[in-house]
C-alpha cells in the first residue's frame, strides 16, 4: 500500500536519485512507481554526468503522482579527491559549459573503465563482456558500479559497498583516474546553466580522505547552493558538523536518498529535504527548467 502524505502534511521530497540512465538498476518510470509506493510526494532525478532521462521525467511524473526535479549528480576531482555535485534545474542544452564538461567526463570514464576491467581480470574472473551485461542500454556509460555489478555476479565479493571498499576503492591496485573538472569550475558551470548547486555527501564515510574544510569554503566562494547533510553516508557527527557549516555560511541544507535500485541498500525516502528548501532552490533557478507537476 502507498504511503503517500495525507492531505495538509509536509511534503516528502527526496533529491537525490539515480535510473538506469546512469549507474542505477531501475527505469525511470518504474523509479517514480516506486517513489509514490514509498509515500514521496517529489523525488529528483540525479543521473551521473547525463540528462538523458529527463525526456522520461513527465510521463512518469503523471503516472506516479510524484513531482519529477530534473537534476544530474555532475563529477569533479580535487587533487585525487572525488567530489559530486548535485546540479538542479539547470539548462539542459548541449551548448552551456556544463554539458561540454559533462561529455568529456562520459567519454573519459568509458576508457577508464577498460583499462580497470583489464586490470581486474588479471586477479579475479571478470571480463569486459561481464560488465557489459550489467548495463540496462546501449546509452548508459559504463562506470565502476557496472564493474562492482560484474564482481558481485561473479561471487568476488557479495555486494557493491564491499566492491567500492575492497576493490573498486580510489586508493587501491586497480583504480585508475579519469577526467573530471574541478568541483570550483563545475560550481560555476552550474551557475552560468542557471541551475542550483549542492555538494553531494561530501562526509561520506566510504571516502578515502574528508573533503578539507579550505576546500568547502572555496566552494561556498564560488556560488555553492547548498549541501547534502542528510545522506546514509553522513554518520551522526558528521551530520552535525556539516549543518552547522551550512547554516555559518548561510548554505541549502538537504537531504535525499542515493537511490540506486538494486545496486545498494539505499531506501526511496530515507532522507529528505524540507519543503521551503525546495522553494528556494525553485526560487533561485534562472534556467527556465522547472519541476515537472502531475
Known amino acids: 500500500m502507498s504511503e503517500r502524505t495525507d492531505a495538509g502534511a509536509a511534503q516528502r521530497i527526496d533529491l537525490h536519485a539515480h535510473s538506469s540512465w546512469s549507474d542505477g538498476t531501475t527505469a525511470v518510470r518504474e523509479l517514480f512507481a516506486q517513489a509514490s509506493a514509498a509515500g514521496l510526494d517529489v523525488l529528483a532525478l ?23 526535479v530534473p537534476g544530474i549528480e555532475v563529477s569533479s576531482e580535487d587533487r585525487g579527491l572525488s567530489v559530486h555535485l548535485l546540479a538542479l534545474l539547470v539548462d539542459p542544452s548541449p551548448g552551456t559549459a556544463l554539458a561540454a564538461e559533462m561529455a568529456s567526463a562520459r567519454s573519459s570514464r568509458a576508457e577508464r573503465a577498460r583499462r580497470m576491467v583489464e586490470l581486474i581480470s588479471a586477479d579475479h574472473p571478470v571480463r ?7 548495463v ?35 586508493s587501491g591496485p586497480y583504480y585508475v583516474p579519469y577526467y573530471a573538472p574541478s568541483p570550483l569550475s563545475a560550481v560555476r558551470a552550474i551557475r552560468e546553466a542557471g541551475g542550483v548547486s549542492v555538494l553531494a555527501h561530501p562526509g561520506s564515510v566510504t571516502r578515502d580522505d574528508d573533503l578539507p574544510l579550505t576546500l568547502l569554503e572555496a566552494l561556498v566562494e564560488a556560488g555553492l547552493d547548498g549541501i547534502e547533510v542528510d545522506h546514509r553516508e553522513h554518520h551522526e557527527d558528521e551530520r552535525t558538523r556539516l549543518r552547522e557549516f551550512a547554516r555559518g555560511h548561510e548554505l541549502l541544507i538537504t537531504g535525499g536518498s542515493d537511490f540506486h535500485g538494486t545496486g545498494k541498500e539505499n531506501r526511496l525516502g530515507e532522507n529528505l529535504t524540507a519543503p521551503e528548501v525546495l522553494e528556494e532552490i525553485t526560487a533561485r533557478s534562472t534556467s527556465g527548467t522547472r519541476i515537472l507537476r502531475p
Open 128 to 134: 569486459w563482456e561481464d560488465v557489459e551485461a550489467q
Open 46 to 68: 540525479t543521473d551521473h554526468d547525463t540528462v538523458s532521462g529527463w525526456s522520461e521525467l513527465a510521463a512518469a511524473a503523471t503516472a506516479s503522482s510524484v513531482a519529477a
Open 136 to 170: 540496462a542500454g546501449e546509452s548508459t556509460v559504463i562506470g565502476r558500479p557496472h564493474i562492482a555489478d560484474a564482481l558481485v555476479d561473479a561471487g568476488v565479493v557479495p555486494d557493491r559497498s564491499a566492491a567500492f571498499t575492497e576493490i573498486l576503492r580510489p
